[in-house]
């Protein structure tokens, strides 16, 4: 499941990602979200948020994420994600020379930190 983070800073679009996430919550929350901001915004930036209860993500979940992320390369100003999950923080070693902005990768316990770093 994803949902959106409310209370952060306006100029940045949280995802709180929990269980398993689906390609149907990428098609029904994340991507709409994501155009919707462009059409306000030419670059965003993003907290994603895979928290203590996130279980994975479905293929369709991962085809959808890779569409998003390569439809829209230019697009990005600034990504945090937040996960203890050691296989997400590989994950995201194994394609940092296909994202195309600032990222950092932050502890849940660093989360506010996260937040910040984001937003600046």
């Known amino acids: ?3 959106l983070i409310e209370n952060i800073p306006a100029n940045v ?3 709180e990602a929990s269980e398993q996430v ?3 919550d990428y098609e029904t929350v994340l991507i709409p979200a994501v155009e919707t901001r462009l ?3 030419d ?3 993003m907290l994603y948020h895979l928290g203590p209860t996130f279980s994975g993500f479905t293929s369709g979940a991962m085809w959808d994420d890779a569409k998003l992320g390569l439809g829209h390369r230019k697009s990005w100003q600034k990504i945090a994600i937040v996960t203890d999950l050691d296989w997400i923080k590989s994950a995201i070693g194994l ?3 296909i994202i195309p902005c600032p990222f950092k990768v932050f ?3 660093q989360y506010a930190n996260a937040i910040s770093w984001v937003a600046s």
């Open 22 to 24: 689906t390609a149907n």
């Open 95 to 97: 394609f940092e020379f």
């Open 1 to 3: 499941m994803i949902e």
């Open 43 to 45: 670059k965003i930036r």
């Open 13 to 15: 679009l949280g995802f």
């Open 107 to 109: 502890a849940n316990s």
């Open 39 to 41: 059409k306000q915004h």
